[in-house]
């Protein structure tokens, strides 16, 4: 199921406040067409007018993928042919944002961590308009 986060940032005027919205794609919703979490989000931004749209992301969480992502009986909560389908997924969504304009940040990493850098640098990085 993908999640939906929205983020206000504080530019330097106390009163200026701007609105960014990110599209996590998760292994089961690889996919733009037929996705209600992306519709939703959309919707979201054109309600919010939003000037910075939607950022869309993928995560490879290491408690999923990779050798150290093990069941509790010691197998690999995600084998070689899943992973392979799961990359190949992921690349057919970014090509598939990018025929449309967009793009796919992809990252490695426990997604609240990637999720608090994320929106730590974007609050950092507002500038005044």
Known sequence: MSRVASLSMKAASPSTKRQMFVQWFRHGDLRLHDNPALTRTIDLAKKENSEEGIVPMFCFDPRVFGNGATSEFGSLKCGARRAKFVIESV????????????????????????????????????VPR
């Open 91 to 126: 690349e057919d969504l970014r090509k598939s944002l990018e025929e449309k304009g967009s793009g796919l940040l992809v990252a490695h990493g426990k997604p609240e961590d990637v999720f608090e850098d994320m929106f730590q640098g974007a609050c950092q990085n507002t």
